[in-house]
């Protein structure tokens, strides 16, 4: 997999954003996926215990309502918004970490709005 982002200076940026986001809901731990890990490949909250970050993840709650992002270091996201018991899911393609966070920050945005 091409390498485009880097998780690690995204995770920096967004860690500014969650004290806003922790105002208007309950913001779960930053969660990784480790590219070198064995298959199936678990999903962590401990950084300390990826080699080589492959994804970037985040889960926020209001009430019955929840987002999901995940970034991935290829350039894209998965988004999934379960509202009002409705789900959507959602794709953001980008190529560096300004476009990443930027699509986080924006869906987050949506989500909180």
């Given at each position: 997999?091409?390498?485009?982002?880097?998780?690690?200076?995204?995770?920096?940026?967004?860690?500014?954003?969650?004290?806003?986001?922790?105002?208007?809901?309950?913001?779960?731990?930053?969660?990784?996926?480790d590219?070198?890990?064995?298959?199936?490949?678990?999903?962590?909250?401990d950084?300390?215990?990826?080699?080589?970050?492959?994804?970037?993840?985040?889960?926020?709650?209001?009430?019955?309502?929840?987002?999901?992002?995940?970034?991935?270091?290829?350039?894209?996201?998965?988004?999934?918004?379960?509202?009002?018991?409705?789900?959507?899911?959602?794709?953001?393609?980008?190529?560096?970490?300004?476009?990443?966070?930027?699509?986080?920050?924006?869906?987050?945005?949506?989500?909180?709005?």
């Open positions: 997999m091409d390498h485009l982002i880097d998780l690690d200076e995204l995770a920096r940026r967004l860690t500014r954003l969650r004290p806003e986001w922790q105002r208007k809901s309950q913001v779960g731990p930053f969660t990784w996926r590219e070198q890990a064995p298959w199936p490949q678990p999903i962590v909250t950084r300390a215990t990826v080699k080589v970050p492959e994804s970037l993840g985040v889960r926020l709650t209001s009430g019955e309502d929840e987002a999901e992002i995940i970034v991935w270091t290829g350039g894209w996201a998965d988004i999934g918004f379960l509202l009002d018991q409705a789900v959507t899911d959602l794709y953001a393609e980008f190529q560096d970490v300004d476009g990443a966070y930027a699509a986080v920050a924006r869906n987050v945005e949506d989500f909180l709005a």
